[in-house]
């Protein structure tokens, strides 16, 4: 399945940011999606993910309390609602659909940049 990531961009620390992942395969619904994140130098890290009905979701511990993954299936959209924004947060972020836990399809990428 193809993945689009979108809603990247620069932002103040305390700031938010909604990143959007879609896919244009309707089987997109069948998917667990995860968003990761890698930084410059730095291996890339799971930041959240949610099984194929939206019933379950996981976060790193780094971006507990301030970050919210969702989906929209009607729409192929898993969403990434991101706030409370620090510099850590940093990074190129990237969705990816699959099984639970094995990720296979990837997009290309959005870069966020917080600024202090």
């Known amino acids: 399945v193809q993945l689009v990531e979108s809603g990247g961009g620069l932002v103040q620390a305390g700031g938010s940011l909604r990143l959007s992942c879609a896919a244009s395969?309707?089987?997109?619904?069948?998917?667990?999606v995860g968003w990761f994140r890698q930084a410059p130098g730095k291996e890339r890290e799971l930041v959240a993910a949610?099984?194929?009905?939206?019933?379950?979701?996981i976060y790193a511990d780094s971006v507990k309390g301030r970050f919210t993954i969702s989906r929209d299936n009607a729409k192929n959209t898993v969403y990434l609602q991101m706030n409370s924004l620090k510099p850590d947060d940093t990074a190129v972020y990237y969705c990816?659909?699959?099984?639970?836990?094995?990720?296979?399809?990837w997009g290309q990428g959005t870069q966020v940049t917080v600024s202090s």
């Open positions: 990816a659909a699959g099984a639970w836990g094995r990720p296979s399809s």
């Open positions: 395969d309707p089987t997109f619904s069948s998917y667990s």
């Open positions: 949610v099984t194929t009905a939206g019933g379950s979701t």
